[in-house]
């Protein structure tokens, strides 16, 4: 079975300060991990994947994630966050289920920036 | 290119009606999900189809059908609404049976009195 566990519902940050978004899942197969973001009164758009590879996945606006096999981690960092960061963010595990890629989410994490 | 598109925007119904959401992706990617959204639980998936002409239930099926009209659209449908309904409704395309990437269309808001 699968599940993602994002620990923190609610993360705010000040303005240029690091952050980081926890998920953790579980699963008894090979996963492969995303995280989503949802901007306000929008659908979700990917940020970053995992799927093979080295371990450190990098998004074009500063984020990054980490793969950790034994700790079935895959934490979300930005190192400086921006006004503009503020957002849900969603960790996701994917299983291959009747010909299509499902995708199963967690909780979300709503990271709110303060000036 | 508008990517995923969804109609309607917002949608209030009476408990026992019924409605129609549509979405349609001009990508020509083979597989479309509908997803639900709520407080609290994250996004959980109703139905999936991985091509056209294929349909199979997901995670939280109960009270939704839906249909793969063709490639580029795919409905779903509440037959009685009920206020358990009252979501926010997300349509998805991912290119090809291994479709990774997932797109998202901007959402349905459903508020079932």
């Known amino acids: 079975a699968q599940s993602v566990t994002q620990l923190d519902s609610q993360v705010p940050v000040f303005e240029e300060a690091p952050v980081e978004l926890r998920c953790n899942y579980s699963s008894s197969v090979s996963v492969y991990l995303f995280w989503y973001v949802q901007y306000p009164n929008q659908g979700l758009q990917l940020l970053l994947k995992y799927l093979s590879g080295s371990t450190l996945v990098e998004s074009i606006n500063g984020f990054e994630a980490e793969f950790n096999k034994s700790q079935t981690s895959f934490h979300l960092r930005k190192p400086s966050v921006h006004i503009s960061d503020t957002a849900e963010y969603f960790c996701?595990?994917?299983?291959?289920?009747?010909?299509?890629?499902?995708?199963?989410f967690g909780t979300g994490t709503r990271l709110t920036v303060i000036p | 290119n508008a990517g995923v598109t969804q109609t309607p925007k917002f949608q209030v119904l009476k408990t026992g009606q019924s409605m129609t959401l549509q979405c349609a992706q001009d990508m020509n990617h083979n597989s479309m999900y509908w997803y639900r959204q709520d407080p609290g639980m994250g996004l959980r998936l109703i139905y999936y189809?991985?091509?056209?002409?294929?349909?199979d239930k997901g995670e939280v099926p109960n009270g939704y059908n839906v249909s793969r009209l063709n490639k580029r659209e795919f409905s779903l449908r509440l037959e009685s609404a009920a206020p358990s309904q009252t979501s926010v409704y997300f349509c998805?395309?991912?290119?090809?049976?291994?479709?990774?990437?997932?797109?998202f269309g901007p959402g349905t808001r459903l508020l079932v009195l």
């Open positions: 998805a395309s991912s290119e090809s049976v291994r479709g990774w990437d997932q797109y």
């Open positions: 996701a595990v994917s299983l291959l289920l009747g010909g299509a890629n499902n995708l199963f």
């Open positions: 189809s991985a091509s056209e002409g294929t349909t």
